[in-house]
C-alpha cells in the first residue's frame, strides 16, 4: 500500500472533499516527420479529415454542456472555435500538402497553423491577435487526435475528480464544471489569484500554492483535499479517511447551523444595517447570492464575460448578461464594475514585467474609448432596470475620474440622441484600491457617488505584496496595520462627503474582520456568496459601541499578526459556544 504524504498550500476556498486525482496539463504534443509513401497519401488526407470530425464532435458535446450548465453567455467561444477548425483555407492547405510533401497529417497540420498563428499575431488587429490562443486551443486538440493521445483540458474532467495542475488560467478557470469538480489544487497562486476566486465562486475547495505538486502526484491517484486547512493528502490511511468523513459530517452540520442566517436581515443587535452584498464573477451565481440572502451584488466582475469568450463580448451580448442580472436581482442594486482587464487577468499577446503596475483595469478602457463606449453603453442601456450602479476598477488619479466621466457624458449623449431609455441617476462609483486614491480619498469623495474599498489591490498595493506570488504570500495580510488605517481614512472621507463606503475585497468575508469594519463605520460589505450567511451571524451579535471600541484599538497594532491574534480573542468571547468561529 503507498505511503501517505500531506502536501501543504495555502487554504482558498473552504471545503473538504475526496476524489481521484486528475492532472491537467497544458503540455504540447510532440510533433514529428514522417514521410508517407504514394500508396497512402489519401489514407492520410482521410485520417486528418477524420480528426477533424472527432474534433468538432467534441466541441460540440462541450458547447451544449456549457450552454446548459452556464447559460449561453459562456459558451460562445466555442462557436468560434468549431468555425476555425472548419477554415477551408487552412483544411485545403494541409490536405494538398500530405500529397505534395508526402509527409504526415500532424507535421504539416501543426506547420500550417504555426505559419497562419504568425500572420495574425503580426496582425494590427487586437481581435485578430487574440484569435492565435484560440487558434492553438483547436489545433492542440486536432494534433491530439491524430496522434491518438486524450485531450486533457479542464471541460473534459471526469465526475469525482480533483483538479491538479501548475496554473489554471482564467478563462480555464471559468470553465471548470463544479458538477465533476470535487475539488481544486494547484501549484501557484495566492488567496487572491483568480483561480481562488473562481474557486470560492464555484463554491469547490481549493488549495493553492503547493510546491512541486506534479512531481509528487499521480493521474487517478485518490486524495483528500483539505480547503480548510490549505492540505492534500495522497493515499490516505483508512483511520485518516474515517477522520475526514466525520469532518465532511460536521461541516455539513455546520452549514445546517447557519443556513436560518440566509434569511434573517443583516443588522447588528443593536439595529445598524449593514448592507451585505455578494461579489460575483458570472452571471448565473445570481443565484447563490439570492440563495445565501445577499441585499444586492456588490461587485460583478465583469472581465470574466471577456475572458470566457476570449475577446471583447459585443454591446448587444454585454447588454443581454447585464439586463438579465438587473431585472435577476430587482429591486436590490447590481453594482457592474467595468472590465478589470490586466494584472493577472492577461491578454492572451501582451505581457508586462509588471502587471500589477501596469496597464490594467481602467487604464485600459480609457486608452480605448470605442473598446470603452461599448461595455458602458451595455450597462447604461440596462439601466433602465434602474437599479444598476456602475464601478471604475483601480482608480489612482483624479483625472482617471474626469476622463471617464467625460466619456460617460459622451455616451449618455448619444442615447439621449438615438432616444433609447436608460437611468438618468444611476450611481457612478469608484473602487478604492490603490494607495493614491486612498490617500486622496477627501478630494475624490466629491466627484464620485460611492466608494468601494478594494482591500485584495489595496493590501498589495501597500505592502508591496505580489497577491499572485506563492514566494512572498505569507506578507499578504489585509488586517496589516497599514491598509487598516488606509480604510479608516477612506470611510471618514466618504462619510464627510455624505457618500457610502463599501468594501468588497476578500476582507469583508473574513469573519474576525467584521467587527472591526463596522468599528469603522463602514455602510456595505461585499463577499462571496458563500460567506454571507456567517457575516451575518457574526454581525448579528454585535453592537456598533463594542466594534467600536475594537477598531480603536486594532489600529494601534504594530503589525497584523497582532491584529489579527487580538480579533481572534474578542470573536472568541463573543462565541464560546462553538469555539470561537471556523
Ligand atoms: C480587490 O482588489 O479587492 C477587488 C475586490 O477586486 P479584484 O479582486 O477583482 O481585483
Ligand atoms: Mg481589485
Given amino acids: 500500500m503507498a505511503k501517505e504524504r500531506i502536501l501543504k498550500g495555502i487554504a482558498v476556498s473552504k471545503g473538504i472533499c475526496q476524489g481521484v486525482v486528475f492532472i491537467y496539463e497544458t503540455k504540447d504534443v510532440k510533433v514529428v516527420q514522417t514521410p508517407i509513401p504514394m500508396r497512402y497519401l489519401e489514407t492520410e488526407v482521410e485520417r486528418f479529415t477524420k480528426a477533424l470530425k472527432r474534433t468538432e464532435k467534441e466541441l460540440s458535446n462541450i458547447k451544449e454542456r456549457i450552454d446548459e450548465e452556464m447559460g449561453v453567455d459562456f459558451a460562445q467561444f466555442l462557436d468560434a472555435q468549431i468555425l476555425m477548425l472548419k477554415d477551408r483555407d487552412i483544411v485545403e492547405a494541409v490536405s494538398s500538402r500530405i500529397r505534395t510533401e508526402k509527409t504526415n497529417a500532424e507535421y504539416i497540420y501543426h506547420r500550417v497553423l504555426d505559419e497562419y498563428a504568425k500572420k495574425l499575431s503580426a496582425s494590427r488587429d487586437q481581435y485578430l491577435r487574440e484569435r492565435v490562443a484560440d487558434i492553438w486551443d483547436v489545433g492542440t486538440r486536432v494534433l491530439r487526435n491524430l496522434v491518438g493521445l486524450t485531450h486533457s483540458s479542464v471541460v473534459d474532467v471526469p465526475q469525482g475528480s480533483v483538479l491538479v495542475a501548475h496554473d489554471i488560467s482564467p478563462s480555464d478557470a471559468a470553465l471548470i464544471n463544479p458538477a465533476n469538480v470535487l475539488g481544486i489544487a494547484i501549484e501557484v497562486g495566492g488567496r487572491t489569484s483568480h483561480t481562488a476566486i473562481t474557486a470560492r465562486a464555484l463554491e469547490i475547495p481549493a488549495v493553492v500554492g503547493v510546491e512541486n505538486l506534479l512531481g509528487k502526484i499521480k493521474n487517478g491517484e485518490k486524495v483528500i483535499l483539505d480547503g480548510n486547512r490549505g492540505i492534500l493528502i495522497k493515499s490516505p490511511t483508512p483511520g485518516r479517511i474515517q477522520f475526514f468523513r466525520g469532518e465532511i459530517k460536521r461541516e455539513i452540520e455546520y452549514q445546517k447551523m447557519l443556513s436560518p442566517y440566509c434569511e434573517l436581515p443583516a443588522k447588528t443587535r443593536d439595529g445598524r444595517q449593514i448592507d451585505i452584498s455578494a461579489n460575483i464573477e458570472f452571471s448565473v451565481e445570481h443565484t447563490h447570492a439570492k440563495r445565501a440572502g445577499a441585499m444586492g451584488i456588490g461587485l460583478f466582475r465583469t472581465e470574466f464575460l471577456y475572458l470566457t469568450r476570449r475577446g471583447n463580448p459585443s454591446e448587444e451580448e454585454q447588454f443581454r448578461v447585464y439586463n438579465e442580472l438587473a431585472k435577476k436581482m430587482k429591486p436590490d442594486p447590481v453594482i457592474i464594475r467595468t472590465y478589470d482587464l490586466g494584472g493577472d487577468k492577461i491578454f492572451s499577446d501582451y505581457h508586462e514585467a509588471n502587471p500589477y503596475l501596469g496597464w490594467r483595469a481602467i487604464r485600459v478602457s480609457l486608452d480605448d474609448f470605442e473598446f470603452f463606449k461599448i461595455q458602458l453603453r451595455a450597462i447604461l442601456r440596462a439601466s433602465v432596470n434602474r437599479n444598476i450602479r456602475i464601478m471604475y476598477p483601480m482608480i489612482s488619479t483624479y483625472e482617471e475620474i474626469k476622463k471617464a466621466e467625460t466619456y460617460f457624458d459622451q455616451v449618455t449623449k448619444e442615447l439621449r440622441r438615438e432616444k433609447v431609455d436608460f437611468d438618468d441617476h444611476i450611481q457612478v462609483g469608484i473602487m478604492v484600491e490603490t494607495p493614491s486614491a486612498a490617500i486622496l480619498s477627501p478630494q475624490l469623495a466629491a466627484h464620485v457617488d460611492f466608494f468601494s474599498i478594494g482591500s485584495n489591490d489595496l493590501t498589495q498595493y501597500v505592502l508591496a505584496v505580489d497577491r499572485g506570488n506563492e514566494r512572498v504570500s505569507h506578507l499578504f495580510d489585509h ?31 473574513d469573519p474576525l474582520a467584521i467587527p472591526l469594519l463596522i468599528g469603522l463605520g463602514i455602510d456595505e460589505l461585499s463577499m462571496s456568496p458563500v460567506a454571507i450567511p456567517k457575516a451575518k451571524m457574526v454581525l448579528r451579535a454585535l453592537t456598533v459601541p463594542e466594534c467600536e471600541k475594537i477598531a480603536a484599538k486594532a489600529l494601534n497594532f504594530r503589525c497584523a499578526s497582532e491584529v489579527q491574534k487580538f480579533l481572534r480573542r474578542m470573536i472568541a468571547k463573543k462565541f464560546p459556544g462553538i469555539g470561537g468561529i471556523k
Fill in 479 to 509: 488586517f496589516h496595520p497599514a491598509v487598516l488605517r488606509l480604510i479608516k481614512q477612506v470611510i471618514d472621507a466618504g462619510h464627510k462627503a455624505h457618500i457610502w463606503v463599501g468594501l468588497c475585497g476578500e476582507l469583508a468575508a
